[in-house]
């Protein structure tokens, strides 16, 4: 197993250099292998993502990957056969100058579909997403110059405010193996070949602790088979589910930190085996699978920011920082439920869900996330003639989740908990679960000093207008913001409208007083 891990540095600031959600549509057309009979109808397509490499050539990175798709087909035989086609593919991102060349690629698949163009050719598509992430790191601490440097560094840090930046870790675990034997259920039939065969690995709960997390996970196998019957072709479908256990460590870990996983399952075998009767009622299954873990954690740094209102001349060098803070995360299980009509229909075969995102919107009115989302079904069905058929549907779901504050950016992820679908007179019934988890994260701007020189010989000239000025403050606001803004000081504002060192600002008009080394009028009055 192979370990790979990026973390930022502590006690610095971390700016957005670049982000690039890169978009690739797949569209290829497949040719059935030799071996496999013609197609007449589609049952399901999936679609398992395989990340490659990153290749980092100067400020260049090209990454590159692999969609393999997996057709369940009815043949013109009447009969139900399984086709694999893999399609690969690259994108290039550019590392900004003066970013590090420390980033993260995240590949998700959506829209995958296949359309059959003849008995023999098959069109495939998908919509890869990947999400490019780098930071360049800064100091936020400021660099004072002059006689009296280290006085006025101590005199601007009592002005300093705290603010958050977000703190990521990126580990990845690779080559992760399991071997698995499943019993077929009492009172099935031997397997005479394996049809079909698809393995997930599903995140369940992921657990931060201090030096890594413990990833908590669910397998699910989907199996399709051919059942041994010298009279007609007969196929049959088993679902098992085991838990699986991940440990990823990052000594820069620590429990504070939220996050989610990714899991790919790669290099698949699946093949039937006999038991203590010498019958073919097992199935051994052995697969490999990467982990792919983000991890989120706000830290705090001192920002020294006030010193306009120093009654001294100083050269300042600001240094604007986009940063991101993180907000909250949060998940949300909605159940479905659907019936769809199934005249004549005797058998249900291979039953099979999966989710797809339409469209994630954040309402201000009533601060929550709403994820709209289908849930696509899929199987195959026996008639009472005995032939094979395609039963599909979509059911729409929407998932609430109510936020904490105003969030700029989100991540949404979703899962089938579960599904069931079960023939009931001329329909088929199917409910289930949906999770939908999201991370949500707030960005802010920010003006830091990163030099000042003060001249204590010479006074700042006075270019302020009237000696008060009505202000009517902002949400959030903070009196040095305000005081900076129109040569103030939080004093003076605090003084002039009454306001207390732990009383906040209403949404009332201040007034705000100017500092003067003389008055703007002057009257003499002769005796």
Partial sequence: MEYKEKATASGQYLQRANMDDGKIELAEDFLLPEHLDDAKKIIRCDGTLRPGGRYVNGREVEYEGEMVYSVLYITDTNSVKNAVFKAKYNRNFQIPEDAEQDFSVFPTAS???????????????????????????????PVFQGESAEEDKISCEKRAREAEYLRTVTVEKKENRVSRDFELDSGAKPVKEVISCMVTVQPEEVTVRSG?????????LHCVYLVKNDDNIEYACTEKSFPLDANLESASLEEEFEGTINCYVKELSVSAAKDSAGENRVIEVDFTYDIYGRFFANASCMTIADLYSCDFVSELEHSPLTTRRFVDAMECCVPFHATL???????LLAPFASIQIKQV???????????????????????EDGRMGALSGEIPVRAKCSLSGDTIEHICLSQIKRMEARLVADSVEISGEVCVRVLCFETQ????????????????????????????????????????????????????????????????????????KKPLFSKVISK
């Fill in 361 to 383: 919107k954040y309402d201000d009115a009533e601060a929550a996330l709403y994820a709209d989302a289908d849930v696509l079904f899929s199987a195959a069905q026996r008639g």
């Fill in 341 to 347: 009509d199934a005249p004549h229909v005797t058998e």
């Fill in 111 to 141: 829209e995958i579909e296949c359309r059959l163009v003849n008995p023999r050719k098959m069109n495939l598509r998908a919509q890869i997403n990947l999400h490019f992430d780098c930071v360049k790191t800064m100091d936020a601490s």
């Fill in 212 to 220: 890594g997390a413990d990833c908590h996970l669910k397998a699910v």
């Fill in 445 to 516: 701007m920010i003006q830091t000093v990163s030099s000042v020189h003060i001249d204590h010989t010479r006074a700042r000239e006075d270019t302020s207008g009237l000696p008060i000025t009505f202000y009517y403050p902002e949400d959030g606001e903070l009196l040095w913001d305000i005081a900076k803004k129109y040569g103030s000081t939080e004093e003076m504002i605090r003084n002039a409208n009454e306001i207390s060192d732990d009383t906040k600002i209403g949404k009332s008009v201040l007034l705000i007083p100017c500092k003067r």
